[in-house]
């Protein structure tokens, strides 16, 4: 059972790492192991994300209240639908089958057995690599208004890597846009928009789970997800405006020294590399 004070570590850990490139999920999971707690679990994890996607939210509010009104009336609306915030309503709905279909289809897997260093140490490893190739190789010209059809599924399908503890949901879809051509800032904001109706359609169907069986309690997994709100929304803010004149390079870095990290560690037994069953 997660206590209280491991429900503000976590919290902090969840916000600080949900929008960085650098997987909140592997975080959460090296964190428990080291201070010797128990795997928060993938239940644990997915409520705590509903805190940094209402950062999001409220964060994007104006935006994303634009695009809802505009695709709700580009729907009896024929003229409205060329317009980009009515398109950007069907690019998040199609952008979002691609993670909503294989996160039922390996459930069982993602909470299970994908709960494991080793596959955290080689997807931080290899996912920070390919998040340095698309940020030195792309072009950085399209913005969100060139978003079509075959991008957004395309940055659905990278999105649905993220079902993989160690890969990031953000770095995944930030990879993804990269490599389409897309500008750090327009594929850095596209990831957010995208990653909310999967997030909270996972967290409200976990939030089931809490506090039954091994899953934390209702009260500290309801804490850990304040601050995770908290936390999360100073991070949007902050890299936004990082990755208006920086690149994706120190994050990059930061995966692969953490992922060999990580590989040493559970070598030497310091982490317990098992995964859930």
């Not at 709700?72 to 909503?100: C, E, F, H, K, Q």
Request: with cysteine; aromatic share 12%.
């Amino acid at each position: 059972m997660i206590s209280w004070f491991e429900a503000v570590v976590l919290g902090l850990v969840q916000g600080l790492t949900e929008f960085l490139p650098i997987s909140s999920s592997a975080h959460l999971l090296i964190i428990s192991q080291l201070f010797g707690w128990d795997d928060p679990g993938a239940a644990f994890t997915a409520v705590t994300q509903i805190g940094t996607e209402l950062a999001v939210i409220i964060f994007f509010r104006r935006e994303i209240w634009r695009i809802i009104s505009t695709w709700v009336r580009s729907l009896y609306t024929p003229a409205l639908r060329s317009d980009i915030d009515a398109r950007m309503g069907w690019y998040v709905i199609i952008g979002t089958i691609p993670i909503a279909v294989l996160g039922v289809l390996f459930q069982d897997q993602i909470e299970t057995v994908a709960r494991n260093l080793w596959l955290v140490s080689f997807t931080l490893i290899f996912f920070g690599i390919v998040l340095g190739i698309a940020d030195k190789v792309g072009r950085k010209t399209e913005q969100i208004e060139d978003l079509n059809f075959r991008d957004g599924i395309l940055y659905g399908i990278g999105q649905a890597f993220a079902l993989i503890p160690g890969v990031s949901r953000s770095g995944a879809t930030i990879s993804t846009g990269l490599f389409l051509g897309y500008t750090r800032e327009a594929a850095t904001r596209y990831a957010f928009l995208l990653a909310i109706p999967a997030v909270m359609a996972s967290g409200l169907f976990e939030a089931t789970k809490i506090g039954q069986g091994p899953t934390p309690a209702w009260g500290p997994t309801i804490l850990a997800t304040v601050i995770a709100f908290v936390v999360g929304y100073l991070v949007i803010a902050w890299l936004l405006r990082y990755i208006a004149t920086n690149s994706y390079m120190p994050f990059v870095v930061y995966r692969i020294v953490l992922g060999v990290l990580v590989i040493v560690l559970c070598s030497v037994g310091v982490l317990d590399a098992t995964p859930l069953t």
